[in-house]
Nanobody, 128 residues
């Protein structure tokens, strides 16, 4: 069973940057699809970005394209989310997750049900 821990959240001004990390323990996840989701108060969990296992193809929500970059370092068993040009509407708790597949079943990247393991989340707050 893989265990995921997110880190790197914090408070930043609009236009600033943060880099989130999702580190896995328990087993290697280089062959697993890893997404980032976020959840703001009173809203549903929302897909942000994902990276496939093995070939590292990336996927992004339209709201973050051109501003966020997902990457992975398999030697460190870590997936990163580089967030630039942050906006107040990016404020949320950010979660990473893991699939047992290299690509979520049916390529349903934005369905939380596609993933079997979740981290505890890290808070990102962007002030205006």
């Amino acid at each position: 069973q893989v265990h995921l821990v997110e880190s790197g959240g914090g408070l930043v001004q609009a236009g600033g940057s943060l880099r989130l990390s999702c580190t896995a323990s328990g087993r290697t996840f280089s062959s697993s699809a890893i997404p980032w989701f976020r959840q703001a108060p009173g809203k549903e969990r929302e897909f942000v970005a994902g990276i496939s296992g093995d070939d590292n193809i990336t996927y992004y929500a339209d709201s973050v394209k051109g501003r966020f970059t997902i990457s992975r370092d398999n030697a460190k068993n870590t997936v990163f989310l580089q967030m630039d040009s942050l906006k107040p509407e990016d404020t949320a708790v950010y979660f990473c997750a893991s699939s047992i597949w290299a690509v979520p079943f049916g390529e349903l990247w934005d369905d939380p049900g596609s993933y079997n393991t979740w981290g505890q989340g890290t808070q990102v707050t962007v002030s205006s």
